[in-house]
C-alpha cells in the first residue's frame, strides 16, 4: 500500500479523538460547511492508513461539526489555480480525494458515517464507500456537480448506478436535494438515528470494542428508527422517474418529462424540467454516459475513469463550463452561468468523447491506486 507522510498538515482542520478501540474524526471547517481542503484530504489519508495498520484500532468514525456533515471539495480554490494557469494542481487535488475515496471503499475495517447535515459532493465521497451511513432528520443529501460544469465525480457513477431502478439518474442529473428517508429508503444511509441519540450512539460503539460488522450493525439498530415520508417526497414519483430517466440520452430524457407534464400539472416534474435546463449541457452529457458506464464496473475502475474525466474538464479544452458555473453559482452568485456549448443539442458525441479517453500530455497519467492485500469480502466486490 503506499504510504503518505504528513508534512506540516493543519491538523485542526480533522480532529481526532481516541477512545479505545474506535477513533472519532471531526471534520472541522463549520464556516466553509466542512467543504474539504487539500490539507484535510490529506490528513484523513495519512489516518485511514494508519488504522489500517494499527490492530489497536477496530472501527472509525466519521462525523462533520456544526450544520453540515460535509458540503463538498473546496472547488472554489482549484478554480482559483485554474484561472491562475495551473491545473495540475487542480489534477493533484482530485488524485488525492479519489486515492481517499478508494481506500474507504476497500477498507478492512468499519466505517461508520454519521451524516447529520449537509452531504454533497466530495462528502458522500467520504461516507457513502464506507460500510455504514447513518442519516438523521437534518440530513440533506446531493450531487449538485451539473449546475457548476462539473459532473458526479468521487466514485458516484459506482454508487448511484447502484440505487433503485434509473433513480441514480435523476439524482446525478438534476442535482435533486434528498432527505434521510429518502438516503434511506434508496440505499445511500444504511440506517436512520434522530440526532438527538447520536451522542449515546457514538457511545455504544466505543464501548462494544469490536470490528464485527454485524455487531456494530446491531448496535445502531438499537437506537434507530423508520423515518416517515414528507407528503412531498421524491420517492412518490419513482414510477415517472424510471418512466423518464431510463431514456438513452438527455433529450430523450427531457423529452419524456415534457410529455409527462402536458399530461400532469405536477410542480415536481416542471421543476426537474427546470433543472435540467438550468444545469450545463456538455455537463449533463457526460454525467449521464458516466453513471451508466458506472453500472458495470467497479469502484476502482469507476475512480480511474471519472479521474480522467475531471482532467479533461480542469484543462477546459473542450469546455470553460466548470469555471464559468464556479463563478456563477459560488463566487459572483448571479446564477446566470453562460455556458459554452449553449444547447444540448451542441454538445456533439465526439466531444462527450474526449473526456473519457486519455489526456496527451507526457506528464499526466492514469489515476494509480494503491495495492490492496486481505481486503474483505464486501472490498473485494467493489473492484
Known amino acids: 500500500m503506499a504510504s503518505f507522510n504528513s508534512t506540516g498538515i493543519d491538523e485542526d482542520q480533522v480532529l481526532v479523538e481516541e477512545k479505545q478501540s474506535v477513533r472519532l474524526l471531526t471534520l472541522n471547517r463549520p464556516k466553509q460547511l466542512n467543504a474539504l481542503s487539500s490539507k484535510m484530504i490529506s490528513r484523513l489519508l495519512e489516518l485511514f492508513v494508519s488504522y489500517e495498520a494499527d490492530p489497536g484500532v477496530k472501527l472509525v468514525v466519521v462525523k462533520g461539526k456544526g450544520r453540515a456533515f460535509c458540503a463538498g471539495g473546496d472547488v472554489s480554490a482549484v478554480v482559483r489555480d485554474i484561472t491562475r494557469g495551473d491545473w495540475r494542481i487542480g489534477a493533484n487535488f482530485f488524485q488525492k480525494e479519489f486515492i481517499l475515496n478508494y481506500l474507504m471503499a476497500t477498507f478492512s475495517k468499519p466505517q461508520v458515517s454519521l451524516l447529520n447535515g449537509i452531504v454533497m459532493g466530495g462528502g458522500a465521497g467520504v461516507s457513502i464507500h464506507g460500510r455504514f451511513r447513518v442519516a438523521t432528520e437534518n440530513s440533506v443529501f446531493a450531487m449538485p456537480e451539473t449546475?457548476?460544469?462539473?459532473?458526479?465525480?468521487?466514485?458516484a457513477s459506482y454508487y448511484l448506478s447502484r440505487l433503485p431502478g434509473f433513480f441514480g439518474e435523476y439524482v446525478g442529473l438534476t442535482g435533486a436535494r434528498l432527505d434521510g428517508a429518502e438516503m434511506l429508503a434508496c440505499g445511500l444511509a444504511t440506517h436512520f438515528v434522530a440526532s438527538e441519540r447520536l451522542a449515546q450512539l457514538e457511545e455504544a460503539l466505543c464501548r462494544a470494542d469490536t470490528s464485527q460488522p454485524s455487531i456494530i450493525s446491531e448496535i445502531i439498530d438499537k437506537f434507530s428508527q423508520t423515518p416517515i415520508f414528507k407528503e412531498q417526497s421524491v420517492y412518490h414519483r419513482l414510477n415517472v422517474i424510471d418512466k423518464c430517466f431510463s431514456r438513452r440520452t438527455v433529450e430523450d430524457i427531457l423529452a419524456a418529462l415534457e410529455e409527462e407534464a402536458l399530461k400532469n400539472k405536477d410542480d415536481w416534474i416542471s421543476s426537474t424540467i427546470q433543472a435540467l435546463k438550468k444545469a450545463s449541457p456538455t455537463s449533463l452529457k457526460i454525467s449521464l454516459r458516466s453513471i451508466r458506464e458506472g453500472r458495470l464496473q467497479g469502484v476502482g475502475q469507476c475512480l480511474i475513469r471519472e479521474y480522467r474525466m475531471v482532467c479533461h474538464v480542469l484543462r477546459g479544452e473542450v469546455s470553460k463550463d466548470f469555471v464559468e458555473g464556479c463563478r456563477a453559482i459560488l463566487l459572483d452568485k448571479d446564477k446566470n452561468p453562460k455556458?459554452?456549448?449553449?444547447?444540448?443539442?451542441?454538445?456533439?458525441?465526439?466531444?462527450?468523447?474526449?473526456?473519457?479517453?486519455?489526456?496527451?500530455?507526457?506528464?499526466?497519467?492514469?489515476?494509480?491506486?494503491?495495492?490492496?492485500?486481505?481486503?474483505?469480502?464486501?472490498?473485494?466486490s467493489k473492484l
Open 147 to 155: 449546475a457548476l460544469g462539473l459532473f458526479p465525480d468521487v466514485g
Open 339 to 380: 455556458w459554452e456549448p449553449s444547447k444540448l443539442g451542441l454538445v456533439t458525441d465526439d466531444m462527450v468523447e474526449r473526456y473519457f479517453s486519455r489526456i496527451e500530455d507526457k506528464e499526466w497519467d492514469d489515476l494509480k491506486l494503491p495495492a490492496r492485500s486481505n481486503l474483505p469480502n464486501s472490498a473485494i
